[in-house]
Each structure stands twice: as structure tokens, then as C-alpha cells.
């Protein structure tokens, strides 16, 4: 089941908080707090998270900021229900384009981006640390 987060929901936040710690360095609440544009899809199984998207929708746009499933939870279409759900908010919304940046050597999310339509826009030259990043995009328009 997906849901949007809201930071009522403080039970899921402090379950997404603890999975993937090495991830929130910042709390979930503080990015509710001080980004109005921050959302979360949060995938949850037996009312436990096992994955997650956090992105920004800025006005016609919407820009992927993290994106994550619990390795134990890969390859069973998770992922793919959260990118799924996000396109479909999208075109609900009648947004112009979906975003993001990832690492050039993260096969598998390049891989699930390209099979939903993202295209290779821009390198962004060690962007991760020495790492190049890819950036992305889908147009929606």
C-alpha cells in the first residue's frame, strides 16, 4: 500500500527514520517544517515501511529527491509502484516534467527510470563525491 505522508503521520516517520537512517540526516519533520515543497510516497507492507520517494513539487514541476526500497524488498515492484504513483500524480496534476539526479553507475534505478520513460538530459561532473550524476527527466506535456 502507498500513502502519502503528512506529519501526522508519526508512527510511519519514525519507522522511515530508523530503516534508513543513513538517509535522514535531516528529520523527516524538520523537511516538513522548513521545505514547503517537500512530499513523501511511502510504500509501506503489514503497516511497515519498506520503501520510499521524497520529492519536490515546485509549482508545473516535480523534481525526485530521494528514492529508496529496502534491499530485501527489491525486484517485487515496489519501486515501480512508486514511480507509477508519482507519474500518475503528475498527470493529474498536469505538470510539465519529472526530474532527478543519480549516480551514472547505479544500473538498476537508471535501468527502472528509462523503462518509465525518463530520458538522459545532462552529466553533472562528479556530483556525487567523484561520482558523475545523470540527470534525468520525464516530460509530461
Known sequence: MIIELTK???????????????????GVLDDFKNNPYTKYLVYL???????????????DRIEIVNFNVLDEFQNK????????????L????????ITLEVKENNEK?????????????SI???YYNGVNALLMEKEMM
Open 90 to 97: 503528475s498527470k493529474e496534476n498536469n505538470l510539465l516534467n
Open 124 to 126: 553533472r561532473k562528479n
Open 45 to 59: 507492507i503489514d503497516n511497515k515501511v519498506v520503501g520510499f520517494l521524497n520529492y519536490y513539487l515546485i509549482y
Open 8 to 26: 501526522n503521520n508519526k508512527e510511519i516517520i519514525e519507522d522511515l527514520e530508523n530503516k534508513f537512517k543513513e538517509i535522514f540526516k535531516v
Open 109 to 121: 534505478a537508471i535501468y527502472l527510470y528509462l523503462k518509465y520513460g525518463f530520458k538522459k538530459v
Open 77 to 88: 515492484h515496489i519501486g515501480s509502484s512508486l514511480i507509477e504513483r508519482l507519474i500518475n
